[in-house]
């Protein structure tokens, strides 16, 4: 499968930005999605994850309340929406497909990444 992640930019704190990415090559409806940031000079961290038929999420407890991770299966594409943003999101975005059940929070366990797209928080 392949990923596009887009919609990242420059806002201002406080400000609200939709990240989406939508696949391509395979069945999306089988894996479960989720997001990865990479701050500059950081190393990649879990943000969000979302089940196949979008009954579960798993939130990093600084995105919760913020953050809503959610997926359009018809469209092949899953969305996050950030709002209260805050410098420290500040990070090269990424989307992520996983096959196996859980929902996993390590990069490890996730078959395919997108390119990201990056998300840049003035104060």
């Known amino acids: 499968v392949q990923l596009q992640a887009s919609g990242g930019g420059l806002v201002q704190a406080g400000a609200s930005l939709r990240l989406s990415c939508t696949a391509s090559g395979a069945s999306f409806s089988s894996y479960n999605m989720g997001w990865f940031r990479q701050a500059p000079g950081k190393e990649r961290e879990f943000v969000a994850v979302?089940?196949?038929?979008?009954?579960?999420?798993y939130y990093k407890d600084s995105v919760k309340g913020r953050f809503t991770i959610s997926r359009d299966n018809a469209k092949n594409t899953v969305y996050l929406q950030m709002n209260s943003l805050k410098p420290e999101d500040t990070a090269i975005y990424y989307c992520?497909?996983?096959?196996?059940?859980?929902?996993?929070?390590?990069?490890?366990?996730?078959?395919?990444w997108g390119q990201g797209t990056l998300v840049t928080v003035s104060s």
């Open positions: 979302i089940s196949r038929s979008s009954d579960m999420t």
């Open positions: 992520a497909a996983d096959l196996s059940y859980g929902l996993g929070s390590s990069l490890r366990e996730y078959d395919y």
